[in-house]
């Protein structure tokens, strides 16, 4: 029997809903994907609207605008281009986490006003580590990726962002009946299609 994926209210994406609702409404968040090739970020203001369009799973109620929309390999940052760990870069492998550092610091520089400026919220995808984690129960290897993730945590208070949230990557389809990882990755694929159908402003064709 196909599984019935079905979007509740529980759905967290982009703080439309959350797990541990903030008491103001009108505000404007960052949500960052962590990653070194992969680093990902959108900026988005949302306000309560009584429009129909803005009715609907995941949104309930609430307005979004996207301000900010950002993929990053931080080995290209403008402060790495001629930096030995940029060519090491080519295999991360091989590139120890104290020189991925300095790298993840200046692509943050580089783009601080994007991703600070009015920034009442921040929420940082939750890294697994140290544990076990699929049917083959399969070790979690993702040290650097965590080191960042606090690394970014810093950097975000350092330039005033007062309230920052780790969440874990399962909820944005907590309401969605899922196994694999894959089947969660493809429903999350669609649901952000869908919220960026309503969104609009030439989003849906990014």
């Given at each position: 029997t196909?599984k019935k994926?079905?979007v509740?209210?529980n759905?967290?994406?982009c703080?439309?809903?959350?797990?541990?609702?903030?008491k103001k409404?009108?505000?404007?968040?960052?949500s960052?994907?962590l990653?070194v090739r992969n680093?990902?970020w959108c900026?988005l203001?949302?306000?309560?609207?009584k429009?129909?369009?803005?009715k609907?799973?995941?949104?309930?109620?609430?307005?979004?605008k996207i301000?900010?929309?950002?993929?990053?390999d931080?080995?290209?940052?403008?402060e790495?281009?001629d930096?030995?760990?940029?060519?090491?870069a080519l295999?991360?492998n091989k590139v120890?986490?104290?020189d991925?550092v300095?790298m993840f610091?200046?692509?943050l520089?580089?783009?601080?006003?994007?991703?600070t400026n009015?920034?009442?919220?921040?929420?940082?995808?939750?890294?697994?580590?140290g544990?076990f984690?699929?049917?083959?129960k399969?070790?979690v290897?993702?040290?650097?990726?965590k080191?960042l993730?606090h690394?970014?945590?810093?950097?975000?208070l350092?330039?005033?962002v007062?309230?920052?949230?780790?969440?874990s990557?399962?909820?944005?389809?907590?309401s969605i009946e899922?196994?694999?990882?894959?089947?969660?990755k493809?429903?999350?694929?669609?649901?952000a299609?869908?919220?960026?159908?309503?969104?609009?402003?030439?989003?849906p064709?990014w």
């Amino acid at each position: 029997t196909q599984k019935k994926k079905q979007v509740g209210k529980n759905f967290y994406t982009c703080c439309l809903v959350e797990k541990k609702p903030t008491k103001k409404i009108q505000m404007r968040i960052l949500s960052v994907d962590l990653g070194v090739r992969n680093l990902a970020w959108c900026v988005l203001e949302r306000d309560a609207s009584k429009d129909a369009k803005w009715k609907v799973e995941p949104f309930n109620g609430m307005q979004v605008k996207i301000l900010h929309w950002r993929l990053v390999d931080v080995t290209e940052s403008k402060e790495n281009s001629d930096s030995d760990c940029e060519k090491e870069a080519l295999n991360l492998n091989k590139v120890d986490i104290a020189d991925c550092v300095p790298m993840f610091i200046a692509a943050l520089k580089q783009h601080r006003d994007e991703i600070t400026n009015g920034v009442e919220l921040a929420l940082l995808e939750q890294q697994p580590v140290g544990r076990f984690m699929g049917q083959g129960k399969m070790p979690v290897n993702n040290i650097r990726t965590k080191v960042l993730s606090h690394i970014l945590q810093a950097f975000l208070l350092e330039h005033g962002v007062k309230e920052i949230r780790f969440v874990s990557p399962k909820l944005k389809t907590a309401s969605i009946e899922s196994e694999t990882y894959r089947e969660r990755k493809s429903a999350a694929k669609l649901l952000a299609r869908q919220s960026l159908d309503v969104i609009g402003d030439g989003w849906p064709s990014w």
